[in-house]
């Protein structure tokens, strides 16, 4: 499978833990994003990565998330001191630099808090 | 910023026809992108405009009004594997072409 891929698939924590999830993009991606989408709505975006470096940062993403992409190859995200409102699907998406289409989508990672 | 709409909910019979729309306000408009979800699955791409006009492929078109900050997809012969949420997207050249989605039309499909 050559797809975007995410780990866990789900993840059920209980408030003020931390969380760790992971994105592995199609090999020749170089712009890696991470989306949260929570039920009923679209998409929204978090934060994207141009090879290792991380160039935007959303407003919704508080100083209890963190995103890695360390060698341009997988990223992380970590939620720190989870919140019930952090529960949601968040997705992870990559795209060749260039190319005029489409990001491709992962399966996503749903996050419970409890 | 960037403001997306399309309608919540839309209910088609197997076989007919069914339009959504999608009206949009964007900076930095890099084109418009439709995507199918499924309920709980990842969104999977459907098409795809940056020029005004209809692009078809298959038993889905979508077109794009640039001017009226319009687009709409149209499914035809629609089938029951076809309920699914349709998901509304703008990309921004500006912000490294991240897409701002609307939220979403859910079609259901009866027999």
């Known amino acids: 499978d050559t797809g975007v891929s995410q780990n866990p698939r789900h993840k059920i924590t209980k408030r003020g833990q931390n969380v760790t999830f992971r994105c592995d993009p199609i090999?020749?991606?170089?712009?890696l994003y991470w989306y949260r989408q929570t039920l009923g709505q679209g998409p929204e975006f978090l934060t994207y990565f141009q090879n290792e470096a991380q160039l935007e940062k959303s407003r919704l993403l508080s100083d209890r998330f963190s995103a890695e992409r360390p060698k341009g190859s997988f990223s992380t995200l970590e939620i720190q001191r989870t919140e019930q409102g952090d529960s949601a699907m968040y997705l992870c998406?990559?795209?060749?630099?260039?190319?005029?289409?489409?990001?491709?989508f992962g399966p996503g990672t749903r996050l419970t808090v409890t | 910023g960037q403001n997306i709409d399309q309608p919540t909910e839309m209910t088609a019979t197997e076989g007919a026809i069914v339009q959504i729309n999608c009206t949009y306000q964007t900076s930095g408009f890099n084109g418009l992108f439709w995507y199918q979800q499924h309920a709980g699955e990842a969104p999977t791409f459907l098409s795809y405009?940056?020029?005004?006009g209809l692009e078809e492929k298959g038993r889905f078109s979508s077109f794009l009004s640039r001017s009226k900050g319009y687009s709409y997809l149209l499914l035809k012969e629609l089938q029951m594997k076809d309920s699914a949420s349709y998901l509304c997207?703008?990309?921004?050249?500006?912000?490294?072409?991240?897409?701002?989605f609307g939220g979403g039309t859910r079609v259901l499909v009866k027999p």
């Open positions: 090999s020749e991606h170089n712009r």
């Open positions: 998406a990559s795209s060749f630099r260039g190319d005029s289409r489409e990001q491709y």
């Open positions: 405009n940056v020029l005004d």
């Open positions: 997207a703008v990309r921004d050249q500006a912000a490294g072409n991240k897409l701002t």
